[in-house]
């Protein structure tokens, strides 16, 4: 089992800028690929970003491509979502998400929150105009 905390969420104003952490602990984090996810009040929870186990492929939701990064740091069990030129249309609490799934290989990323089984709490990210 793994376990997820989030971090790095707050109020930042348009055109902003932050990176948000999820700290994996109870297995080391190379044994996951990981995504991120987030959910805007009254909207249901939308894939953000996601990357292998092995850290070598990545995937963006078109909004945000260009402006968000997901990176991963196996030795810190850590990983991060940098998220610039941030929109009011960013705002949302934002989940990263672990699957320990093989089948598929170390180059494998997935997008659909279904396939992820193991969640953190979520960290707020507010963008004002």
Known sequence: QVQLVESGGGLVQAGGSLRLSCA?????????????????????????????????????????????????????NTVYLQVNSLRPEDTAVYYCAANGGTYYGPSYYY????????????????VSS
């Open 111 to 126: 997008t659909d929150s279904n396939d992820y089984d193991h969640w953190g709490q979520g960290t707020q990210v507010t």
């Open 24 to 76: 994996a602990s109870g297995r080391t984090c190379n044994n996951y690929a990981m995504g991120w996810f987030r959910q805007a009040p009254g909207k249901e929870r939308e894939f953000v970003a996601a990357i292998s186990r092995n850290g070598g492929s990545t995937y963006y939701k078109d909004s945000v491509k260009g402006r968000f990064t997901i990176s991963r740091d196996n030795a810190k």
